[in-house]
């Protein structure tokens, strides 16, 4: 009873991840941040592209462990690192106290991320670097924005869209989802009122919930088929 319970605690994973997934994933991510790391470095030489780097590290974890997550989507990843560094460079510019600057630069972004429904945990780090990545950051202004974040979160895209497309048991962006299994236990279709209660149950958590909208209809359609039909 113990274990069980700590697990819960601990927000331990009960999925298991096949050593393929691993692979791709390791591998999907190794790929994306070498032609990452050669775009900021020529946006940004010496140490300043090195501090762009780690937020873009982050988001590789998402894209190529997670393809298939909201909070791992095209909009949250391009949105969310966009608005995020335009928040930070205005912080930067506009705060005089580095700190209390970085400090409202995150917060910000996480409210308007929230307001645009772009939530993606590293565009938290990007308005940080904005602030506190050093001169070369602060001296290329809004351009910061342009070169090299929205042109590494849409590369980092691409690539997560070209990786995962190789493999049929994975899917990127979302939408791309297909049945891959033809013993795949039929179901049938969700009516717009079933779709409306179900995203209206999701509102009622007030809370950000990470799967998307096929997943969780997906989810409900499996759950709604004969008992002998799943398990097949």
């Known amino acids: 009873m113990f274990f069980p319970a700590l697990r819960r605690w601990l927000g331990l994973e009960i999925v298991e991840i096949s050593l393929a997934e691993r692979v791709v994933s ?5 790929l994306a941040m070498l032609m990452l790391i050669g775009i900021s470095s020529w946006a940004l030489p010496g140490m ?7 937020s873009m590290g982050a988001s590789a974890v998402l894209l ?4 298939h997550g909201q909070l791992s989507q095209p909009w949250p990843v391009i949105a969310g690192h966009g608005i995020s560094a335009f928040i930070g460079v205005l912080c930067a510019r506009w705060v005089p106290q580095p700190e209390l600057a ?3 630069a995150v917060g ?5 991320m929230q307001q645009w429904k772009c939530i993606h945990p590293p565009g938290g780090a990007t308005a940080f ?16 924005v342009l070169v090299p974040v929205l042109l590494n979160a849409l590369v980092m895209v691409l690539l997560a869209v070209a990786i995962n497309l190789a493999f049929h048991w994975r899917r990127y962006p979302a939408a791309l989802q297909m ?3 033809a013993a ?3 179901t049938r279709e969700i009516s717009p009122q079933e779709h409306e209660r179900v995203v209206a149950a999701v509102r009622s958590l007030d809370a950000f919930v990470d799967v998307s909208e096929e997943d969780l209809l997906r989810l409900v359609e499996l759950l709604q088929a004969p008992a002998n039909a799943r398990g097949r």
């Open 184 to 186: 795949e236990p039929e």
């Open 26 to 30: 390791g591998a999907g991510a190794m």
């Open 64 to 67: 190529f462990a997670v393809p």
């Open 108 to 112: 910000l972004s996480i409210g308007v």
């Open 48 to 54: 300043g592209g090195l501090a762009v780097i780690a």
């Open 102 to 104: 970085a400090a409202c």
């Open 129 to 144: 670097t904005a602030v506190m990545g050093g001169a070369a950051i602060r001296d290329l202004g809004l351009w910061f």
């Open 179 to 181: 049945p891959t299994d």
